[in-house]
């Protein structure tokens, strides 16, 4: 993750292209059905953050990409193309 993020200032800027730690992100308002499309599309080719990360909406993409690295090295999930990784949050759309 040291190479992924700029820490000689504060670690608040992404160096290289992390496109490959988030495939798609789950978004809309509160209370619009975010929780039940997850559910839906959720299968063994999925793997979605336990909890709501809102962290694009407020332009924190690099605490993002550490709590991203963080749990899919311990899902040993990282390294696999096969599966697609997702995000949720029902407030990105409002910010």
Known sequence: ITEMIDYGGKGWNIQTD???????????????GTT??????????????????????????APLLRKLYRLQSSANILDNMHIKKGIKCPSDVEN
């Not at 992390?18 to 992100?25: E, G, K, S």
């Not at 039940?36 to 993409?61: D, F, H, I, V």
């Open 36 to 61: 039940t499309m997850l559910k839906y599309l959720n299968s063994n080719n999925l793997w979605t953050a336990p909890r709501e990360w809102c962290e694009l909406g407020w332009n924190q993409s």
């Open 18 to 32: 992390v496109r490959w730690m988030l495939d798609f992100a789950v978004i809309g308002f509160p209370k619009c």
